[in-house]
């Protein structure tokens, strides 16, 4: 593709990062791009307010409302809406529902694409080789050996690779017990893994 | 580009590293390595595919092992250099002078207009979403195979869809189109759908577990009608 020579891989250490980001934050504050106080107020929003309880707050609004799931399952982004919930990496989602003969699991094979708006900021693993590279190949033993989710053949997996900007995320089903207790309880037990799909809600 | 980006159905990487409690970030220089996605963006250095592309042109070997974040900065970084606001010997040199002097403090700038738009950007978004007059050439229950060629540059043609057939399970509309606007082409929409794979489709009888589909999104340039069918929608 290109003629100019590659630099030999220099892994640097956790100091050297910190000063190059440094470096480039200053170049960029003086450049009049950026300021310290965007990132303080952008990362406050996904250590604060943008998280799985958010995701967790569709969940139990579809398990207690029929015409909601309904609507979340067609319109997964304009239903979110309707919570005051949505924006970026999540302007188109696509919400895919677990029953008792489907498994949905999400991935990203070719980057981290995630559903910030009701997941928040994806965790490492998502975002490591590991699981992108074996969830698409091995989805049992992923969820087996990696997560401790042992399906039986008869349930279907299906893995969905977000590989364009659509937006998928789980519907995990509603465990057994919880009958009499309230949306917001409900929203309590939903755990971020049973939304990505690589774990289930436990019953209460 | 055949990239070790491409990740799906590689061996040999072993367990996925849970963390248990995982904090959000792992190091202060994460918050500032995430936070500075947004203001580049803005300044116009990249667009979200050509983001990708730009940590996909990481060094193989660099790109598997370093942080996560750090490929955040190294787009920052690619593009920031590219468009001329950013000259790599003032990133080197202030390396070294932050490396040598990791509390020293940072320029101070206040901008409200920035403030407003990194809250008006995460509530709104930033669609993908084009409108087009083109007509989709795919429906619903159509069987389509992915073109098995290896563009160079950006695109989402993950190797392991390459020349397998399945079958399209939706159809979303027209979309940014990542094979032009990563390369620097402008969005050229095309349209998305979800293509389903059987897993003995993708890995082989021998290899494939029971049971199981994948489902990837593709744009319509990658595919073509499988052998013996017609796209229906034409």
């Given amino acids: 593709m290109s003629s100019t020579p590659i630099q030999p891989p220099s892994i640097r250490t956790q100091e050297e990062i910190a000063a190059r980001v440094k470096a480039l934050e200053a170049i960029m504050i003086e450049k009049g791009i950026m300021t310290t106080e965007a990132v303080d107020r952008l990362t406050e929003i996904y250590e604060k307010e943008v998280g799985p309880q958010l995701g967790a707050a569709v969940v139990a609004k579809a398990w207690t409302d029929p015409e909601f799931k309904e609507r979340l399952l067609s319109d997964g982004t304009g239903t979110c809406r309707e919570l005051g919930i949505g924006g970026l990496q999540g302007e188109d989602m696509v919400v895919v529902e677990n029953t008792e003969t489907v498994h949905n699991v999400i991935v990203c094979t070719l980057c981290s694409c995630y559903p910030w708006p009701v997941l928040g900021l994806p965790p490492n693993w998502y975002k490591g080789p590991e699981y992108r590279a074996r969830i698409v190949r091995e989805p049992r033993k992923v969820l087996r050996d990696d997560f401790g989710l042992d399906l039986p053949d008869s349930v279907e997996v299906r893995v969905w690779d977000s590989s364009s900007e659509m937006r998928y995320w789980v519907l995990p089903r509603r465990p057994e017990g919880t009958d009499g207790m309230s949306e917001r309880a409900l929203a309590g037990i939903v755990t971020r893994d049973s939304m990505i799909g690589t774990g289930v809600v436990p019953a209460p | ?234």
Avoid at chain 2, 77 to 91: N, Q, T, W
Wanted: glycine share 10%; proline share 8%.
């Fill in chain 2, 1 to 234: 580009m055949n990239g070790v980006h491409d990740l799906g159905g590689t061996d040999g990487l072993g367990p996925v590293p849970v963390e248990k409690d995982e904090p959000i970030w792992h190091a202060d220089w994460e918050r500032a390595a995430f936070g500075m996605f947004s203001m580049p963006f803005r300044a116009g250095f990249f667009g979200v595919d050509q983001f990708r592309y730009g940590i996909e042109q990481m060094h193989p070997a660099v790109y598997l092992l370093s942080p996560y974040y750090e490929h955040w900065m190294h787009a920052a970084e690619h593009y920031g250099v590219e468009k001329g606001v950013l000259d790599p010997a003032d990133i080197e040199e202030r390396t070294r002078y932050y490396l040598e002097n990791p509390d020293a403090p940072l320029p101070q700038r206040s901008d409200p207009e920035l403030l407003e738009f990194v809250n008006a950007v995460v509530s709104a978004g930033a669609p993908a979403g084009r409108e087009s007059d083109k007509k989709a050439a795919f429906a619903v229950g159509d069987r389509v195979t992915v073109i098995d060629s290896s563009p160079y540059g950006h695109t989402r043609r993950a190797r392991y869809i390459r020349g397998r057939t399945g079958e399209v399970v939706l159809a979303h509309g027209t979309f940014i189109y990542p094979d032009s606007a990563g390369n620097g082409h402008g969005d050229a929409p095309e349209h998305v759908y979800t293509v389903r794979f059987t897993n003995s489709e993708l890995w082989g009888d021998e290899a494939a577990e029971p049971n199981g589909f994948v489902y990837f999104d593709v744009w319509e340039p990658y595919i073509v009608p499988a052998a013996g069918t017609e796209g229906s929608a034409a």
